[in-house]
Nanobody, 125 residues
Framework: QVQLVESGGGSVQAGGSVRLSCAAS????????VAWFRQAPGKEREFVAA???????YYADSVKGRATISRDNAKNEVSLQMNSLQPEDTAVYYC???????????????????WGQGTQVTVSS
């Protein structure tokens, strides 16, 4: 059974930072593609960042330069550090994992088999 548990969300002021973590069980993150998506009220789920099965890193243009995704193989965790947060970053952030996803589908939330429950990030101005 695959489980993904996110942590680290909360409320921050604009310009602040947040570090989100995704602890995985039932799958090895180093052998999977792991991504972060987010969904704001009334909006579609959107890609934020991912580590591909090729160990390359991918970022949405909206967060490039402000976000860093990283992986801790010993803990079987993937983290997302977000800096210079703005109110438009407010959303529920989800961790997703797939062990067989192809590169061209990495940014497509429909392509992921496993999801965490989400963690809320609220940025106030």
């Amino acid at each position: 059974q695959v489980q993904l548990v996110e942590s680290g969300g909360g409320s921050v002021q604009a310009g602040g930072s947040v570090r989100l973590s995704c602890a995985a069980s039932g799958r090895t993150v180093s052998r999977s593609a792991v991504a972060w998506f987010r969904q704001a009220p009334g909006k579609e789920r959107e890609f934020v960042a991912a580590i591909g099965r090729n160990n390359h890193y991918y970022y949405a243009d909206s967060v490039k330069g402000r976000a860093t995704i990283s992986r801790d193989n010993a803990k079987n965790e993937v983290s997302l550090q977000m800096n210079s947060l703005q109110p438009e970053d407010t959303a529920v952030y989800y961790c997703a994992l797939d062990s067989s996803i192809i590169l061209s589908e990495l940014r497509n939330h429909l392509a992921y088999d496993y999801w965490g429950q989400g963690t809320q990030v609220t940025v106030s101005s």
